[in-house]
């Protein structure tokens, strides 16, 4: 069974700090996985994809990392802005269920002033 | 033009009344899709496009109609909801077949919906 998991469910920093977000999912079998970011009561922003043959992504302040093997990925942050402020979403294309993103449940990050 | 844009933003509607959402895209796309998101939660699939062919219905009521007049559009008629399908709905788009595995998707900014 395909599954995602996103640990912390939340975190508050404050300005500056660097952090890392956590996914992780149950079967290393997986065609790319996508991180989102989602402003409260607004749609999901693509923030990085990485393709299952790749180590990893940046763009600007953020790396995302995969290794497949352990069924992990990282999301870092660094030098965090209060706009920031967001949801943070893993999605997993797994081989298996191709037709469907498997969603994490998300990490409410909060950058404090 | 790399957006996928979803009409309107906000919508009430009453148990009675018919109302469709739209969502629309520009980027030659052929796979749409419907998601579900009630708060807190992560989006839930719905429906999937393939090449204007619906591939994928995941056990929704059918008080959810799909419509899919071209590649570029997609439509969601609501008709006789319940509260309980008050929640955020998303449109997203990706290149290729939903079976290609490499694409990434794209989402528009979602309808609001409240059902009273």
């Known amino acids: 069974k395909q599954e995602v998991t996103q640990i912390p469910a939340a975190l508050s920093v404050p300005e500056g700090e660097n952090l890392v977000l956590n996914c992780s999912f149950t079967?290393?079998?997986?065609?790319?996985l996508q991180w989102f970011r989602q402003d409260p009561g607004k749609g999901l922003t693509s923030l990085l994809l990485?393709?299952?043959?790749?180590r990893e992504q940046t763009s600007g302040r953020l790396n995302a990392s995969l290794d497949k093997s352990s069924g992990r990925s990282t999301l870092y942050i660094a030098a965090s802005q209060p706009g920031d402020s967001a949801t943070y979403l893993c999605?997993?294309?797994?081989?298996?269920?191709?037709?469907?993103?498997?969603f994490g449940t998300g990490t409410r990050l909060t950058v404090i002033p | 033009d790399t957006e996928v844009t979803q009409t309107p933003k906000h919508l009430v509607m009453g148990m009675t009344n018919k109302k469709s959402l739209k969502c629309e895209q520009h980027?030659?796309?052929?796979?749409m899709y419907w998601y579900k998101q009630k708060a807190k939660k992560p989006p839930e699939l719905m429906f999937v496009?393939?090449?204007?062919?619906?591939?994928i219905n995941e056990s929704v009521p059918s008080r959810f109609s799909p419509e899919c007049p071209n590649s570029s559009l997609l439509n969601l008629h609501l008709h006789a909801l319940q509260p309980e399908d008050s929640a955020l709905y998303l449109c997203?788009?990706?290149?290729?077949?939903?079976?290609?595995?490499?694409?990434?998707?794209?989402f528009g900014s979602g309808t609001r919906l409240t059902v009273v």
């Open positions: 997203a788009s990706s290149q290729g077949s939903p079976g290609t595995g490499i694409y990434g998707y794209t």
């Open positions: 079967d290393s079998a997986i065609y790319n």
């Open positions: 990485i393709q299952s043959s790749q």
């Open positions: 999605a997993v294309k797994f081989v298996a269920g191709a037709n469907n993103l498997f």
């Open positions: 980027m030659g796309h052929r796979a």
């Open positions: 496009y393939s090449y204007e062919k619906l591939s």
